[in-house]
């Protein structure tokens, strides 16, 4: 039996081994405009083990856009729980009980809230009761709130099961180059005491770790592997293994390194991490149509008389790290674009990158932008919008804001991920303050920024400069521009409250246990 809590492992589509909250980018406080914006809550179905010291969970948080929330409030209402599990908070000195059953915490200081969420809110400890046993289940209702808002609830199940220890096999090395094939071992093993009634295992690889076959009980996104299921039984201190066939996807970076990440659930935790995917729009893939993987030295199936809980999750990971061989480098292509128009318009200008190829880059892991990006603002305009994904240059190590108007240059950051063939685009807000013929600015990629990541290994430097043209005479080119405003089209908005929509907006980057495409949104500092 375990000396100490553990803190559950169930993850979103994220951060591989826990539910990782999104970080939002920050808003401007609440005003009116927040009687439009709605607010939601989660709080993961959980399994745990009888005789066990139970888990650690959290509230996740969401809005229906950027908010900065005030006087934050969840409240635990675990009456369902009665005789089944208690509930207490990890952290005491922000919460109290105001009636048996109840447990109100409040935040006293501003939270940033948007769509992708804020976990870990006031996590508390679910711990079996003292008479629970394997097959007892309850429900907890969380309610949020914040000043503005009315509170909004959402209610999860916990359920008692069986404790059992499943330890993940020795981490792996393996070395390939783009395109080639390789194999690589799955290992789990039952370390407690009790059989372990089958098991899941997901995965959460980089782009460049792709299936190499596609077996009848794993499921997978296109050849990305996410899941697979094995009914048998698993004997207490036995060990198992079989053998993954896996390739390097024909466009990753080389040389470099892909990561991937692999834990074992029994299927009672699986069944609560699959109820948050699906609360979230998320799908674990379909499954494959080839043979049954299976695991070797498998006994006979037992019947499930109830659930099963992992009493030691910290040891249920391990990894697959593969040097990806040889050279295979990318040519990333800065968008430039042509707008037009009199004297006290607005209109958008669509600039950006595109990934011209042969490699696709992945910073999902790491979180880093793929690229930095340098706008000059053409002389005659000004920047009445901006994206959330660039701030203003104002001097030497001075930033504005993310998204703050009226810059001259703006350094933005790009997203986690770019496959080849794909680009990114953000419009910019100009009012044309007056006309200049031809009047430019540069559209800049592979900016050198003392940042985490970047790319400055590009094919092709000549073409990381773009043109941003306003009122071309016919001698400047189209800016190199595409997508909207960038082919040379004219994208006028007249009125003083017109709405010039920012069109990245924050970072996405994906990851993720088993890679599913939940994201977060990360701030950059610049420094030059």
Known sequence: MPTHRTRRRLAGLGVAGALVAAIAIPANPASAEQAEISLGVYFGDTTIAAGSTGKIEGAIGYASSPVVL???????????????????PESP????????????????WEVDLDEWGYGGIFPVIIEPAADAKDGDEGT??????AAGFAPVSHEARVRVGEGVDLAAGPSTERSAAPGKAFTAPLKVSNAGTTVAKGVTVIFYNDYGIRAGKKYRN?????????TCHFADDLAPGASYSATLAYQVAKDAFAPGFDYGEIGWMTPAEFEDFEAYLKSRGATVGEPGTGDELTLSEVGASIAARGFQADTEPDNNWSSLRLTVTGKNSTDLEAIGAKVSGAAGDEVVATVGFRNNGPATLDH????????????????????????????????????GGPGEAGGRTYRCYAGTFIKAGDEELMDFGLRIDKVVPDSAGDVKVNVPCQCDGGFYADLKPANDVAKLVVNASGGQGDGGGQGDGG???????????????????GVLLAAGVAGFVLARRRRTHFTV
């Open 364 to 399: 999902g892991r790491s979180g880093s932008s793929v690229t930095y990006l340098q706008i000059q603002i053409p002389t005659g305009t000004s920047a009445v919008t901006a994206p959330d994904n660039c701030s203003p240059i104002k001097g030497e190590d001075e930033w």
């Open 487 to 505: 082919d040379g089209s004219e994208l006028p908005i007249t009125g003083a409250n017109a709405a010039l929509i920012a069109g990245v907006g």
């Open 140 to 145: 907890i209702k969380v309610s949020l709130s």
């Open 93 to 108: 000195s922000s919460c109290e009980t105001p009636e048996p059953s109840v447990l109100i915490c409040a935040y006293p």
């Open 218 to 226: 794993c499921t997978y996104v296109g050849t990305e592997l996410r």
């Open 70 to 88: 005030r006087d934050l409030t969840v409240r635990y209402d675990f009456a369902g729980l009665a005789d089944t599990a208690t509930v207490s």
